[in-house]
């Protein structure tokens, strides 16, 4: 083909957030190249860029005349289910690649998998990189948050093309090069797992102000509209508020009381709690909304007990804490809770990244993470810029919760965010997030642990030793022998 009929770059899977992100580069401005093994998903797609402007798009139903529609040096695009289909679509594809054509990997792939492909794409001097791609289809189609990680080569060679096709906000593009080997796709992980959290934290709030409160769905919408304009405004309380206001075109009532409570799931908040306990980072609030969801799908157990329990003598689902709650404190109450509760979310996420990043040496940079997230992705949030200056202001940053600014506002919600949680246990309504958020900070906060008597303990049955703190070294006592001996505290309180 004539150099000037070639494609800038190409993609290969058209399912909803292939066809969406390809249309996006389209209407760019670059010319692209578009591949699906199931040619009617070519056809789809390029009808829609025919309708929805005259796209500079092309559709090849052949691996080898896609790839060999491509400018050199070629940029590839895959967008499949992670997993072997991604092994198998490139093997088909870089058959007919040249040295120094490059694969982007736009899944949610296990970093690990990426980094074996970088290193089986580079035995054919092909360059590797994969993409964390937030949004959603809307996002895919109209500017999406871009993680990309891998080949610093290959990020160059499509700067232009990411830069402009990604979410814009005040302080530039939704992308930036996060770092070597899958640290890209690592940080879309936690990223997905941060969403969990927030996910969760949110449903809490619902559970309580609906149920303690008394609050309608058209109460509950106005509440979050009105979040959405101060310090809470993202994307999710948004699409919250949004909720509530439809209805059921089915029957009488909105349609978010008619969705069956079982939460669905696709393995990357799995992940973020998996890496977690390896890197002996401490992710409560996260791994509370993955045990939420996994108690979420246990539907009939959960009906069954409710039945035995009350015939045990548990009066009512919900406890009555008593008529006349103060709606309008509980309201400003939960909204200062689920504040302080995001913050310890997005604080073990992000301490997760930096554990990360030093046992791979990967030097993420923690203030350019919160900035791409800003715009395009699902947990964008006007708080993620404040997150930014925080690091911006420390890079070595210990925890959120020690910055002086998220510092004072936890401390200034803390008297709201134990009330909330209080008026919750009274009401035997579980708030697992809220909870593991509390205890986080408590736990964080504190000088001094009752982890001595865990470690004398762990001394006593096993050997483990301890250390003190008043002199240096590894200390072991015969615990057993030298109570016994003493008798110490037996019968004290007979």
Not at 33 to 56: C, F
Not at 123 to 143: I, T
Not at 229 to 243: C, H, P
Not at 277 to 289: D, F, Q, R
Request: hydrophobic content about 40%.
């Amino acid at each position: 083909m004539e150099a000037s009929a070639l494609s800038r770059i190409g993609l290969a899977g058209l399912a909803v957030m292939g066809q969406n992100l390809a249309l996006n580069v389209a209407e760019k401005g670059f010319p692209i190249s578009v591949y699906n093994r199931t040619t009617s998903k070519v056809d789809e797609t390029l009808d829609r860029a025919h309708r929805e402007g005259q796209l500079p798009l092309t559709g090849h139903y052949t691996p080898r005349d896609f790839v060999l529609s491509i400018q050199r040096p070629r940029s590839v695009i895959i967008l499949v289910k992670a997993g072997s289909p991604v092994d198998q679509t490139i093997a088909a594809l870089s058959e007919h690649m040249s040295p120094g054509d490059c694969i982007i990997d736009g899944g949610n792939e296990w970093y690990l998998n990426t980094e074996r492909r970088i290193h089986e794409a580079s035995q054919k001097g092909l360059l590797y990189l994969g993409m964390g791609v937030s949004g959603g289809e809307e996002g895919a189609r109209h500017g999406p948050s871009l993680m990309p990680g891998g080949s610093f080569e290959a990020y160059n060679n499509i700067r232009d093309i990411l830069q402009k096709v990604a979410a814009q906000v005040d302080d530039g593009p939704c992308v930036t090069y996060i770092g070597e080997g899958g640290s890209g796709n690592f940080v879309k992980m936690v990223h997905n797992g941060i969403e969990y959290g927030d996910m969760q934290l949110i449903s809490e709030a619902y559970d309580v102000l609906k149920h303690v409160g008394g609050l309608s769905n058209a109460e509950l919408a106005e509440i979050f509209d009105e979040w959405n304009k101060g310090e809470l405004e993202s994307f999710l309380v948004e699409i919250t508020a949004d909720i509530f206001k439809v209805k059921d075109e089915y029957g009488e009532g909105e349609l978010v009381d008619k969705i069956l409570d079982k939460t669905g799931m696709k393995g990357t908040g799995k992940w973020t709690v998996q890496q977690a306990a390896e890197l002996s980072v401490a992710a409560p609030t996260i791994a509370a909304s993955l045990d939420c969801r996994y108690l979420s799908g246990l539907k009939e157990e959960r009906e069954k007990a409710a039945k035995v329990l009350k015939e045990a003598g548990l009066k009512d689902e919900v406890q009555n804490v008593g008529v006349h709650v103060d709606k309008k404190r509980l309201i400003d109450d939960v909204r200062q809770a689920l504040y302080a509760s995001k913050i310890c979310s997005y604080a073990q996420g992000m301490n997760l990244l930096r554990s990360k990043s030093n046992e791979k040496g990967w030097n993420l940079n923690f203030g350019e993470l919160a900035r791409i997230w800003k715009g395009g992705c699902i947990i964008r949030a006007v708080f993620l810029d404040r997150i930014k200056k925080a690091y911006q202001r420390n890079p070595n940053l210990a925890s959120l919760v020690v910055d002086p600014e998220f510092a004072r506002e936890m401390v200034q919600r803390q008297a709201a965010w134990r009330r909330v949680v209080g008026l919750a246990i009274s009401a035997g309504i579980s708030t697992p997030g809220m909870c593991a958020s509390l205890s986080y900070f408590d736990t964080y906060r504190r000088a001094r642990l009752p982890a001595n008597l865990v470690q004398a303990q762990r001394d006593l049955f096993g050997a483990h030793t301890y250390e003190r703190i008043d002199r240096p070294g590894s200390f072991h006592t015969e615990w057993t022998k030298h109570a016994r001996q003493t008798g110490a505290g037996v019968g004290a309180f007979n």
